[in-house]
C-alpha cells in the first residue's frame, strides 16, 4: 500500500536554473514559517562557500506541510562535479521537479540529472522556470525538455505534467503568459502526481544509509529512507556492509524531518526520511535492517571519478605560519573523514612520501574540499590535476566529455580555433538567440584544464561553457601545454618595487611589492617558454650622485589574480600549488636550481 500521507520529491536542474530560489517561495508561501525564519535570498545555501560562489555543493531536505500532507522536498546540487550527491539522494524520492530554465532550456546536467532519475523510477513533473525574463521562450524550452525526455525513453513523455514558474517573484501557473499569482498551483501539482511512498510497516526494517553527517554532541548521524517496517529509539538493528560483514548495533535516536529542521520522534514508519544516531560504524550505501531477519538493500552505484590530484604536506620555508594542522597524519584523517560523506571521492596512498592521490568528478570537485580544508586550517600542497586513465583490451583510454559553450557569433571563430587546438571535435553548430551562437564539443576531459580561462580572455568575459562526462575512448595525442615559462626566486626575503620593475619588462608579475617570498617560488609568468631564475628582493644601491629623471616613482600594474581554480590550471607537472588559510603561492617541487636540474619533472 501507499501511504497517502507523505510525498518525498527531488528537485533536480542544471546549474543556476533556480532551484533554491524557488525552494525560498515554496517556504515563505507555505503558511508555515515566521517572516524571522526567513532572512535573505538562497535560504537552504547554508554553507558559506555556497553563499560566496552562488551554487548548491550539498543536497538538503526540508519539508513542507501542505493540506494535512507532508512534502518532503530534497534540494539538489546543480553542477555536474557533485553528481555524486545528486545520484545517491535521488532513492530517497518517489518524484522528481524537473527545473529548466525558460531562456537556457536543457543544459548538460538537465540531461545527466534526469538520466539518473528516470534510471531510479522517478515520476517527474517539468518547471519551466524564470518565465518572468524579458527573453524566455516557455513554449519552446517546454519542447526541447519534452524531446529530450523521449530520447532518454521517458515512458508517455507527451503526458507528463508541467507548470510554468517564476522562483523569485514567487508565482507558478499554467498559462505561459502569466506574470503574477502565487505558488500554490505548483504544490497541488505534487500532490495530484506524485505517489505517495509505497509502505509495508508489518515487514522486517530495511533503511539503505545515503547521507552521513556529524555532530561535535551525538556523533554520526545516518540519513535515509525507511523502505520497510518501522525504526524506534533503542532498537537494536543489523548493520549490513559491502564486504557482506553483518554488524550488531543500536539506534540511540530517530528524528524526521520537519520544516526546516527535525524533530525526534518516538517511532518512524515505512516512507519516511530519518536521520538515525548512535550507529558509530555506519557508512553511505550500508543497509540497516532487523536483527531476526536482515536483507540488504541494493548499494548505490556511483560513477567513478574522473580526475586526481597528488595532495601532500606544505614542505616550503613558510609552512606552519598561518596553520594549525600542517602534518601527514593530520592530512591523512582529514581525507578519511571527508570519505565518510563524500562518495564520488577516492583516496589512496601516493607513490611519494606523505603524499596522496584524491581523485573527484572533476576540478570543481577537489577544488571545493580544498577551500573547505584551508578554511578549517590545514596547510598543505598539490600537484597538477590528471585525469584517470584505463586500459581496455591493452589499448589506453581516456574520459571524453561533451562541452557546450554559449558564445556571442563575432567570437565562434576564435572559440572553435581554442578547443580544436585541445583536440575538441566538433559537433554541432547553431545560432542561439540574440548574437549569441551555441558550439558543442566531444574533448578528453585533459582538454578542459585551463581551457575557461582562456575562453574567458579570447570571449571578453562573455563565454558560458558547460560540460559533463560522456564516456572512455582511445587515448589521443598530446595537448597544448603553458606556453610561457616562469620567474623563479633564488633566494628567500620580501619583493621590493625596484626588482619587479626590472622583472616586469619581460614578464607578467604573479606578486606586488612586499610579499614574502622564498627560493623556488614563482613570481611571474616570462615572455618566453623557459623558466628564468630571478633575484625579486634586490634593492637599488644608493649613491651620493643625484642625476635628473634617474629617481622617478616606479609604477607597477596590479599583479595577476588567481583563484583557486585558475591556480590549479595553470602549474604544470613539476610544479605544486602550496595553499595555507590565508595565501595561495605557486612554486616549483624542487625549490632549490641544483634539485631541479638533477631531478627533471616532464608532464
Not at 355 to 364: D, E, N, P, T
Not at 384 to 399: C, L, M, S, Y
Request: charged share 25%.
Amino acid at each position: 500500500m501507499r501511504r497517502t500521507d507523505i510525498r518525498n520529491i527531488a528537485i533536480i536542474a542544471h546549474v543556476d536554473h533556480g532551484k533554491t530560489t524557488l525552494v525560498d517561495s515554496l517556504l515563505r508561501q507555505g503558511g508555515q514559517f515566521r517572516e524571522s525564519q526567513l532572512i535573505g535570498d538562497c535560504i537552504l545555501d547554508s554553507n558559506d562557500l555556497e553563499r560566496e560562489r552562488g551554487i548548491t555543493i550539498l543536497s538538503k531536505n526540508i519539508a513542507i506541510p501542505y493540506k494535512g500532507i507532508k512534502i518532503n522536498v530534497i534540494d539538489t546540487p546543480g553542477h555536474a562535479d557533485f553528481g555524486g550527491e545528486v545520484e545517491r539522494v535521488l532513492r530517497l524520492a518517489d518524484g522528481a521537479l524537473i527545473l529548466v530554465d525558460a531562456f537556457e532550456g536543457p543544459r548538460p546536467q538537465t540531461r545527466f540529472v534526469l538520466t539518473k532519475a528516470l534510471e531510479v523510477g522517478l515520476r517527474p513533473i517539468i518547471v519551466i522556470n524564470k518565465i518572468d525574463r524579458p527573453d524566455c521562450r516557455p513554449d519552446d524550452v517546454l519542447l526541447e525538455t519534452v524531446h529530450l525526455m523521449e530520447e532518454l525513453g521517458a515512458e508517455d513523455s507527451l503526458e507528463i505534467p508541467y507548470i510554468y514558474a517564476s522562483g523569485r517573484a514567487g508565482f507558478a501557473s499554467h498559462d505561459s503568459e502569466a506574470r503574477e499569482g502565487n505558488i500554490l498551483p505548483l504544490l497541488d501539482l505534487i500532490l495530484e502526481h506524485v505517489p505517495g511512498p509505497v509502505a509495508n510497516v508489518e515487514a522486517p526494517l530495511q533503511m539503505a544509509v545515503t547521507s552521513i553527517q556529524w555532530s561535535e554532541f551525538v556523533g554520526r548521524i545516518c540519513i535515509g529512507r525507511v523502505t520497510n517496517g518501522v525504526v524506534r529509539p533503542g532498537m537494536n538493528v543489523a548493520l549490513m556492509k559491502a564486504d557482506g560483514v553483518v554488524v550488531k548495533s543500536s539506534v540511540e535516536g530517530v528524528e524526521i524531518f520537519d520544516k526546516l529542521g527535525r524533530v525526534k520522534t518516538d517511532e518512524a514508519g515505512a516512507g519516511d526520511i530519518v536521520a538515525l544516531t548512535g550507529l558509530a560504524n555506519a557508512e553511505i550505501g550500508d543497509t540497516i535492517a532487523s536483527v531476526e531477519n536482515p536483507v540488504a538493500l541494493p548499494r548505490t552505484s556511483v560513477d567513478e571519478p574522473t580526475l586526481s590530484m597528488v595532495f601532500t604536506i606544505n614542505s616550503s620555508p613558510f609552512s606552519g605560519k598561518s596553520g594549525k594542522f600542517l602534518t601527514s597524519r593530520h592530512l591523512r584523517d582529514r581525507l578519511q573523514r571527508e570519505l565518510e560523506s563524500n562518495v564520488a571521492l577516492r583516496v589512496e596512498e601516493a607513490d611519494a612520501k606523505e603524499a596522496f592521490k584524491v581523485s573527484g568528478r572533476g576540478l570543481l570537485h577537489l577544488s571545493i574540499l580544498i577551500e573547505t580544508m584551508r578554511r578549517e586550517g590545514y596547510e598543505l600542497s598539490v600537484g597538477k590535476p590528471e585525469v584517470i586513465r584505463r586500459q581496455v583490451d591493452g589499448k589506453w583510454q581516456e574520459p571524453f566529455e561533451i562541452l557546450e559553450i554559449e558564445v556571442p557569433s563575432t567570437d565562434v571563430g576564435t572559440v572553435i580555433e581554442i578547443v580544436s587546438a585541445r583536440k575538441g571535435q566538433l559537433q554541432e553548430l547553431k545560432a542561439g538567440t540574440g548574437t549569441h551562437s551555441h558550439v558543442q564539443f566531444l574533448i578528453p576531459a585533459r582538454g578542459l584544464i585551463g581551457l575557461r580561462t582562456r575562453l574567458l580572455n579570447a570571449s571578453k568575459g562573455e563565454a558560458v561553457m558547460n560540460h559533463r562526462f560522456e564516456c572512455y575512448a582511445e587515448l589521443e595525442g598530446e595537448i597544448p601545454r603553458r606556453k610561457n615559462g616562469v620567474l623563479i626566486s633564488q633566494i628567500q626575503g620580501k619583493a621590493t618595487a625596484y626588482a619587479l620593475w626590472k622583472l616586469s619588462e619581460r614578464a607578467d608579475l604573479l606578486i606586488a611589492p612586499g610579499t614574502d617570498v622564498y627560493e623556488g617560488m614563482i613570481v611571474g609568468e616570462n615572455s618566453r617558454d623557459n623558466d628564468l631564475v630571478v633575484n625579486p628582493v634586490r634593492e637599488k644601491k644608493l649613491t651620493n650622485v643625484r642625476a635628473s629623471g634617474s629617481d622617478d616613482n616606479i609604477v607597477l600594474e596590479p599583479p595577476r589574480a588567481m583563484s583557486l581554480e585558475m591556480a590549479l590550471e595553470y602549474i604544470e607537472a613539476d610544479e605544486y600549488l602550496e595553499i595555507t588559510p590565508d595565501s595561495l603561492r605557486l612554486r616549483k617541487i624542487w625549490l632549490k636550481e641544483t634539485d631541479r636540474k638533477r631531478n627533471p619533472i616532464r608532464g
